[in-house]
């Protein structure tokens, strides 16, 4: 209510800004614009799940006002205000619902305040203030509440000795699953201090500091109180004036305190060097100490990279890794060696050939002094079109942690993602719907028992080949890689992972339309499987009247170690038809289906717009329907609504 009324009362003060810059010279407006709106919308759904059946069905009435206006005092450079506020209340039963669409967020509630002292001046300082209230829903199957409430200074301090920016930044947010009742709350604040000082064109020197503070309540009552402060020193020397060679060095240093204690210090240096004959170096050492409550870890690396350019068609490189671990829980040392080529040749009359080799090689040698060793911050990435396993064998499930890359936000099991054994080692999927995006990277803890002492090399040659035909209407390729351990050394090491990999496809490019089909089998003893895949993209503009688009993909996986099969198809369709300059259709369809383990779902969408603008009033007339069968429950929505614009 307090933000309803603020935004009220901004928009009043919006509307009197001319009549006070017509009665104060020392204030100007620069700008002002806004829309005024009113919109119908009705609905009928229906939920069908083994429990319960429910129906609804709705008319609500809703209306905005937006507004936006840049002002000044005296000068724009001495103090320029901007504002910019929206609110759309909503009136009727119901009204969380969000009409199911592709990327559509609703906005309720909006407040953007900017101000600026001293513009271009040495001392200048720059305010914010934010808050908005939308809907959304994600993936196409869960309604989610947002609302997000920021606000921030910051002083920037301009000298030629060295100039210092202040930062701070407070960000809550809130975040409501309408349909499962679950509520996380957000908060972020953070200091920076910026300085740097620059003693040459190619001598420059950085300090930053940061301060934060995490506080996280989220869903069944998991909470995380984090506050860290940093240290971050760069030095940057370059041997020329367009900075391509030269020397790097950074220090860091971190101290978290709350429910993920742990102090870490690193250090880093690099260098880059560009050699006679076309050659390239590139080497770095690192060091790091990170000590937590239950382990400590001081960690060596050195790296070295030379590369080589032998006229235009042939590129290799070699790379050596040297690392050293000292650990709670084990020593390990790695020894990395690595090599490749890649040729390229036009061949047959302007079709392009190319070929690439690479050679792996890992030594590595581990002392085990705990039986049962925590990993902390293992960065997973998540994605739907691969078999994702967790690094180490025998997982204690039980002790599994996710979160997201600051570590304050928790997952669910079973809610956001799922856990599966797969032999030694344990597979994480995402559950479409919950708080992980496709493609997003996750931290996992865990505790897992660890492999006996061993020393083994790990060797893997991997080999790709692309021909490119017809300027490039047809791209062929195929890769093939194998994995294998020689001079293994334990006395009961599990958990190896050798594999061959094959992998080709056709991708053709013939005007607007795009086609692959992809063949992969990955046999290996860990998590084997073979996967078909086809995709379709069409994408055209004709007689500057009709656009239209089309994606379509589908693939097959087959696990071969548990005899099961999954199915994944998209389509999506998009269709515009301009009228004449002032009208237009718009027609959007969308189809997913995807059978496999706990995760079967049939979702079919669609929408239908009409629009048309006459001088500064706009019209939208449109429906769309909605059709959900996913985990034993089953949404049928349609609606229809119609929106009526004003801009001024």
């Given at each position: 209510?307090?933000?309803?009324?603020?935004?009220s009362?901004?928009?009043?003060l919006?509307?009197s800004l001319?009549t006070?810059?017509?009665q104060?010279r020392?204030?100007?407006?620069?700008?002002?614009s806004g829309e005024?709106?009113?919109?119908?919308l009705?609905?009928?759904?229906?939920s069908i799940?083994?429990?319960?059946?429910?129906?609804?069905e709705?008319?609500?009435v809703?209306?905005?006002l937006l507004?936006?206006a840049q002002?000044y005092?005296?000068?724009p450079k001495?103090?320029?205000f901007d504002?910019?506020?929206?609110?759309n209340p909503?009136?009727?039963?119901n009204m969380?619902?969000?009409?199911?669409?592709?990327?559509e967020?609703?906005?309720?509630?909006?407040?953007?305040l900017r101000?600026?002292f001293?513009?271009?001046?040495p001392?200048s300082?720059h305010?914010?203030?934010?808050?908005n209230?939308?809907?959304?829903?994600?993936d196409?199957l869960?309604?989610?509440k947002?609302m997000?409430?920021?606000?921030?200074?910051?002083l920037?301090?301009?000298n030629r000795l060295?100039?210092?920016?202040?930062?701070?930044r407070e960000?809550?947010?809130?975040?409501?699953?309408i349909e499962?009742?679950?509520?996380?709350?957000?908060?972020?604040r953070a200091?920076?201090?910026?300085?740097?000082r620059?003693?040459s064109?190619?001598?420059r020197?950085?300090?930053?500091?940061?301060h934060?503070?995490y506080?996280?309540?989220?869903?069944?009552?998991t909470k995380?109180?984090n506050?860290?402060?940093?240290v971050?020193i760069?030095?940057s020397?370059f041997f020329d004036?367009?900075k391509t060679?030269?020397?790097?060095?950074?220090?860091?240093f971190?101290?978290?305190?709350g429910?993920q204690?742990?102090q870490?210090?690193?250090v880093?240096?690099?260098v880059?060097?560009?050699?006679?004959?076309?050659f390239n170096?590139?080497?770095?050492y690192?060091?790091s100490?990170?000590v937590?409550?239950v382990?400590?870890?001081?960690m060596?690396?050195a790296?070295?990279?030379v590369n080589?350019?032998l006229?235009?068609?042939l590129?290799s490189?070699?790379?050596?890794?040297?690392t050293?671990?000292?650990?709670?829980a084990?020593?390990e040392r790695?020894?990395?060696?690595?090599?490749?080529?890649?040729?390229?040749?036009?061949i047959?009359?302007?079709?392009?050939?190319?070929i690439?080799?690479?050679?792996?090689?890992?030594?590595q040698k581990?002392?085990?002094k705990?039986?049962?060793?925590?990993?902390?911050?293992e960065?997973?990435?998540i994605?739907d079109n691969e078999?994702v396993?967790?690094?180490?064998?025998?997982?204690?499930?039980?002790?599994?942690?996710?979160?997201d890359l600051?570590g304050v936000?928790r997952y669910?099991?079973?809610?956001?993602?799922?856990?599966?054994?797969?032999?030694?080692f344990v597979?994480?999927?995402?559950?479409p719907g919950?708080?992980i995006?496709e493609?997003?990277?996750v931290?996992v803890?865990?505790?897992?028992?660890?492999?006996?002492d061993?020393?083994?090399?790990?060797?893997?040659?991997?080999?790709e080949?692309e021909?490119?035909?017809f300027?490039r209407?047809?791209?062929l390729?195929?890769?093939?890689?194998?994995q294998k351990y020689?001079?293994?050394?334990?006395?009961?090491?599990?958990g190896l992972?050798?594999?061959r990999?094959l992998?080709?496809g056709a991708i053709?490019n013939?005007?607007?339309?795009?086609?692959?089909?992809e063949?992969?089998?990955f046999?290996s003893?860990i998590?084997p499987y073979?996967?078909?895949?086809?995709?379709?993209?069409?994408?055209?503009?004709?007689a500057k009247?009709?656009?239209f688009?089309?994606?379509?993909?589908r693939?097959?996986?087959?696990?071969?170690?548990?005899?099961?099969?999954e199915?994944?198809?998209d389509?999506?369709?998009?269709?515009?038809?301009?009228?004449?300059?002032?009208s237009?259709v718009?027609v959007n369809?969308?189809?997913r289906n995807?059978?496999g383990r706990l995760?079967?779902?049939?979702l079919f969408?669609?929408?239908l717009?009409?629009?048309?603008s006459?001088?500064?009033?706009?019209?939208?007339?449109?429906?769309?329907?909605?059709?959900?069968?996913?985990?034993?429950?089953?949404i049928d929505?349609?609606?229809?609504?119609?929106?009526?614009?004003?801009?001024?």
């Amino acid at each position: 209510m307090r933000i309803s009324k603020s935004i009220s009362l901004v928009i009043i003060l919006l509307l009197s800004l001319k009549t006070m810059a017509q009665q104060e010279r020392f204030f100007g407006i620069r700008s002002y614009s806004g829309e005024i709106g009113i919109s119908t919308l009705f609905k009928k759904q229906q939920s069908i799940s083994p429990a319960i059946t429910d129906y609804q069905e709705s008319t609500t009435v809703s209306g905005g006002l937006l507004l936006n206006a840049q002002s000044y005092v005296w000068t724009p450079k001495f103090f320029l205000f901007d504002v910019s506020a929206g609110y759309n209340p909503v009136s009727g039963q119901n009204m969380f619902l969000v009409t199911p669409d592709r990327n559509e967020v609703r906005t309720l509630k909006r407040l953007v305040l900017r101000a600026t002292f001293l513009e271009d001046k040495p001392i200048s300082l720059h305010l914010f203030k934010n808050y908005n209230e939308n809907f959304t829903k994600r993936d196409l199957l869960t309604d989610v509440k947002n609302m997000g409430d920021a606000m921030g200074a910051s002083l920037k301090i301009s000298n030629r000795l060295s100039p210092i920016v202040v930062d701070y930044r407070e960000n809550n947010w809130k975040q409501e699953e309408i349909e499962k009742d679950r509520v996380s709350n957000n908060t972020h604040r953070a200091l920076w201090v910026k300085t740097e000082r620059s003693f040459s064109q190619t001598n420059r020197l950085t300090l930053d500091y940061h301060h934060n503070e995490y506080k996280y309540h989220g869903f069944e009552l998991t909470k995380t109180n984090n506050t860290n402060d940093m240290v971050d020193i760069n030095h940057s020397f370059f041997f020329d004036t367009l900075k391509t060679q030269g020397l790097r060095s950074k220090v860091n240093f971190i101290d978290q305190r709350g429910n993920q204690s742990f102090q870490r210090a690193q250090v880093f240096e690099s260098v880059n060097l560009n050699l006679p004959s076309n050659f390239n170096l590139t080497g770095n050492y690192q060091y790091s100490r990170n000590v937590r409550p239950v382990s400590t870890l001081n960690m060596h690396t050195a790296k070295a990279q030379v590369n080589h350019q032998l006229y235009a068609s042939l590129k290799s490189s070699v790379y050596v890794e040297y690392t050293k671990i000292k650990q709670t829980a084990f020593d390990e040392r790695d020894f990395r060696f690595s090599g490749s080529l890649r040729y390229t040749k036009r061949i047959l009359g302007g079709n392009t050939l190319n070929i690439n080799y690479s050679y792996f090689r890992l030594g590595q040698k581990v002392d085990r002094k705990q039986v049962m060793p925590h990993v902390f911050d293992e960065e997973v990435t998540i994605s739907d079109n691969e078999i994702v396993l967790i690094d180490n064998p025998f997982v204690d499930l039980n002790t599994v942690v996710v979160t997201d890359l600051t570590g304050v936000t928790r997952y669910l099991p079973n809610i956001d993602y799922l856990l599966f054994e797969s032999g030694e080692f344990v597979e994480i999927q995402r559950i479409p719907g919950g708080l992980i995006a496709e493609g997003s990277i996750v931290l996992v803890d865990y505790v897992h028992q660890q492999n006996a002492d061993h020393r083994f090399a790990l060797i893997r040659h991997s080999v790709e080949t692309e021909v490119i035909l017809f300027n490039r209407l047809i791209r062929l390729y195929a890769r093939a890689s194998k994995q294998k351990y020689n001079h293994i050394e334990s006395s009961g090491l599990v958990g190896l992972r050798p594999f061959r990999d094959l992998n080709y496809g056709a991708i053709f490019n013939y005007g607007f339309l795009t086609g692959e089909i992809e063949y992969r089998l990955f046999d290996s003893s860990i998590g084997p499987y073979r996967m078909l895949g086809y995709q379709l993209q069409a994408s055209e503009t004709l007689a500057k009247r009709l656009l239209f688009s089309l994606i379509a993909s589908r693939k097959k996986f087959q696990r071969l170690d548990q005899e099961s099969t999954e199915f994944y198809m998209d389509v999506y369709g998009g269709l515009t038809y301009k009228i004449n300059p002032r009208s237009k259709v718009d027609v959007n369809i969308g189809y997913r289906n995807q059978q496999g383990r706990l995760l079967d779902l049939d979702l079919f969408t669609a929408r239908l717009q009409y629009s048309v603008s006459f001088r500064l009033i706009s019209m939208n007339v449109g429906g769309s329907i909605y059709r959900r069968d996913y985990l034993e429950e089953a949404i049928d929505y349609n609606n229809f609504y119609v929106q009526l614009m004003r801009r001024f």
